[in-house]
């Protein structure tokens, strides 16, 4: 997310030879050097140069009047969004100003009150199908400690698809979870294994692959089915 306007002044930040350093210490461990960076530099403080900049902001008062803005004092279709990447740049989530309006109002009617209604029983079939088979497992009954995370993801990963693209992927969810689970891994890496390059090379060049994987096996879905409108990945 990026401010359209322009600040009058620059911001407090530390020197740039001690920068570097202190971005790495942000992607392991941030309190600690947030902690820092306000002790020594007051509550809004920037980081980087050119267009890979940042502000960290830990005043309340400069908080409240940041979230009070409209939304057309921001910007997302900005080169270095690595969401664009991921949903394509002509993505809904990744659009801004009159772009946004009408991508906005062409998916409109397919998440209405009534579309969305439509797809409880299949939320409530499905949840209670897998605790079910949670209990003839025996995890549950049997006082087993069970990681809920990977179950949760798997059931929310069949029902989106499910919702989304009709029966005929519903079988084929895990695949898609598992190409999907790289571009998702990209994103919660640190920024600079996120930083673009155009070779077929690393974590970015594998998300490329997995990416285009997943777009073919969406292009299969016919258009014009019932729950099956071959949407956007995003």
Same mark, same amino acid.
């Given at each position: %997310?990026?401010?359209? @306007? ?6 407090? =930040? ?12 942000? %992607? ?12 020594? $530099? ?5 980081? +980087? ?21 409209? @939304?057309?004092? !921001?910007?997302?279709? =900005? ?9 394509? =740049? ?13 991508? /906005? ?12 209604? +439509?797809?409880?029983? @299949? ?9 079910? *088979? ?14 809920? $995370?990977?179950?949760?993801? @798997?059931?929310? &990963? ?6 989304? !693209? ?18 998702? #891994? ?5 920024? $600079? /294994?996120?930083?673009? #390059?155009?070779?077929?090379?690393? #974590? *970015?060049? /594998? ?18 089915? &019932? +729950?099956? &409108? ?5």
């Amino acid at each position: %997310m990026v401010t359209s @306007t322009l600040v009058s002044k620059p911001l407090p =930040h530390p020197p740039w030879r001690h920068q570097p350093r202190l971005i790495g210490r942000i %992607m392991a461990d941030p309190r600690p050097v947030l902690d820092e960076l306000r002790e020594g $530099y007051g509550p809004i403080v920037g980081l +980087g140069a050119g267009p890979l900049r940042m502000a960290i902001v830990g005043d309340p008062v400069a908080l409240r009047e940041l979230f009070g803005m409209p @939304t057309e004092s !921001f910007r997302w279709g =900005h080169r270095f969004n690595v969401l664009g990447f991921v949903v394509g =740049h002509d993505s809904l989530i990744v659009s801004d100003g009159a772009d946004w309006e009408r991508r /906005r109002g062409a998916i409109r009617a397919g998440f209405s009150r009534r579309r969305l209604n +439509g797809w409880i029983d @299949t939320i409530v079939r499905r949840t209670d199908a897998r605790v079910d *088979r949670l209990i003839e497992e025996e995890l549950i009954s049997g006082g087993a400690v069970v990681d809920l $995370y990977p179950i949760g993801a @798997t059931l929310v &990963q069949e029902i989106v698809v499910r919702a989304m !693209f009709g029966e005929r992927l519903a079988s084929r969810a895990a695949e898609i979870a598992g190409l999907f689970r790289s571009a998702q #891994h990209y994103l919660e890496s640190p920024f $600079y /294994r996120q930083l673009p #390059h155009p070779l077929p090379l690393g #974590h *970015r060049g /594998r998300v490329r692959a997995d990416l285009k994987s997943l777009r073919s096996i969406v292009a299969e879905v016919p258009q014009g089915k &019932q +729950g099956a &409108q071959r949407p956007s990945l995003t």
